[in-house]
């Protein structure tokens, strides 16, 4: 990649835990091309990651910010104002939590409650990002907003319960709210729908290393690493793709166009000849 892609733009990275999260691994690249950072994470999450090494190798500032509050997404856009000395270019939503995959409670046998703060963790928090950027106008003409999603917004995928509703709702945000901040303020709006990574969060997931396996077979290109996506999102970041909004952008090898692979066909056939 060019060396200074993002060289004077400022940038909000939400959700990097550890060096295994997809969000971290976007902090280094921009970071690399010349951006300069905010991090922020949820307080808990802060306590039990490594967001301030982090920091220390970015350069960055950290400001906590629980993403279901509006109170802590208004004081982060607030306080990175400061910290910028002005509008921002770009922001990275990251955030994802299913009470209900914690606690392995099958779909149909949710719990609202649960279900709720779903919705209010994964999703309606970038809604709350937007709206309180649209409010401060704080986001610089032809600047990028891009959420981490996943193709269970479109395919039913076992064990991913309630997060597949999330992330289908988090791409609707993206496309209602991107013609409003596209027509009045020229900012893009988008979701990149990534390969199953071990993340953290990820790891959660029932029969999640299966996942993984399958999306390799099916691929032909295989599973996009964190690395591979944080590229993409740097480019998102980027004046390359100024009119490249409202989309939900599929980052994963291939893998939501294929039917079945030569690999998984061979794996099938496999399974059925041990069985006999």
């Known amino acids: 990649m060019r060396e200074g892609l993002l060289k004077g733009k400022k940038g909000i990275i939400f959700g990097a835990l550890n060096e295994k999260s997809i969000a971290w691994q976007v902090a280094i690249k921009a970071w690399e091309q010349g951006a300069d950072l905010v991090l922020t994470n949820a307080p808990v999450a802060m306590r039990l990651g490594n967001i301030r ?22 004081n982060l856009i607030t306080e990175s104002f400061r910290i910028f000395d002005g509008k921002f270019d770009f922001i990275l939503h990251s955030i994802g939590m299913s009470p209900n995959v914690r606690k392995d409670i099958p779909y149909e046998q949710t719990s609202y409650e649960n279900m709720l703060k779903t919705f209010d963790i994964s999703a309606l928090s ?5 709206q309180t950027c649209y409010k401060l106008d704080a986001i610089k003409e032809w600047g990028s907003v891009v959420a981490l999603s996943y193709v269970a917004a479109q395919r039913t995928l076992s064990g991913y319960n309630d997060m597949g509703d999330a992330k ?109």
Not at 53 to 74: F, P, Q, R
Not at 126 to 130: A, M
Not at 230 to 248: H, W
């Open 53 to 74: 090494d982090l920091a220390k190798m970015t350069g960055s500032e950290v400001i906590a910010a629980d993403a279901t509050k509006m109170e802590d997404i208004e």
């Open 126 to 130: 970038f809604h709350r990002v937007l």
């Open 168 to 276: 289908a709702l988090l791409e609707s945000i993206a496309r209602s709210f991107g013609y409003i901040y596209g027509r009045d303020r020229k900012v893009r709006v988008n979701t990149v729908s990534q390969s199953p990574t071990a993340t953290t969060a990820g790891s959660g997931i029932h029969g999640f290393e299966s996942l993984i396996d399958f999306s390799e077979r099916m691929s032909p290109l295989g599973n996009a690493t964190a690395e591979e996506c944080a590229d993409y999102c740097v480019v998102l970041f980027s004046d390359l793709t100024r009119k490249v909004t409202m989309q939900n952008l599929f980052h994963d090898g291939g893998f939501s166009s294929m039917g079945m692979s030569l690999k998984a066909i061979e794996q099938y056939q496999k399974s059925f000849e041990e069985c006999k």
